[in-house]
């Protein structure tokens, strides 16, 4: 607007449509959280990891899925992004939990011992006065502890109100859910409000380990990491291992954890019950 009229003459048909699209889109997922088909989560398996490259289950992150009417499956990328963008998180994010503590249960009915579910959590939501309370009342609904959760939060959310953000992570800690710091390296949080944040654990961004093998800075940047969480008392878990490579240069530096495509897709919960059963066996 403020490049006047003429402007309207670069408003194209295509960007008319993309506007309506991401509109209906919108209309869409607001259909989707009140349907129980639509939103699905998959869940990816997360391993501990000796410094020899072996690996045993530690936990799942839990990573949602639409699958719209029309247009079939879609990726949080095609979604998530609007999905903050229209507040609609909040409720997207309760409906992901919620999905987590029922699949938690079952695997408690089923005999299994569920390991951690790691579920993420949008600053818009955490930020929310009622939070803690509502997921203590979700938890407690299912009849699980709150040491069955590990809440996934952003940099992004250490950017806002520092005071009330820290006070909340203390007091969800204090109740017994465990913290993780998503895509570490990524944001700007300083090491100043890192260290006095109750965190559990440190989660190195996929952009680190990519270029494990072929850019020293990158592999510096990953030693400082470990060397840092390890020493604030947190386990430091690598995110999107690809390659044998990447898992044995993680392993040898005594990388606690591991998650990624070599060691396993994210996937439908009832093929989690193979791991989980194989666990059993231990
Ligand atoms: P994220 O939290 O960093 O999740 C990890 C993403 O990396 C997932 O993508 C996962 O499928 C992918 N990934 C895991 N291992 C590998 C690997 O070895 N190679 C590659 N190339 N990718 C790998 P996904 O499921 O598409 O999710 C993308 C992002 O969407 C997530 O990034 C997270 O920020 C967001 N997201 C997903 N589910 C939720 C949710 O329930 N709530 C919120 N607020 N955000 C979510
Ligand atoms: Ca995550
Ligand atoms: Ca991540
Ligand atoms: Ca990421």
Known sequence: KAQGKNTYAFYTEEQTDVTVRYFALEQDLRSALLQDNELTLHYQPQFKLNIYGDAYLSGFEALVR?????????????????????????????????LACQQIRLWLDAGYHPPLVAVNISALQLLQSDFNTKLDSLVHHYGLQAEHLELEITESLLMQDPEYTENKLHQLRHAGYRLALDDFGTGYSSLHRLKRLPLDRLKIDRSFVQDIGQCKEDEAIIQTVLQLGTSLGMQVLAEGIETQEQLMFLARRGCHEVQGFLLGRPQAASECNFLLAAEHLD
């Open 66 to 98: 639409w699958h719209h009417p029309q247009q079939g499956w879609l990726s949080p990328g095609e979604f998530i992004p609007l999905a903050e963008e229209t507040r609609l998180i909040i409720p997207l994010g309760w409906k992901v939990i919620e």
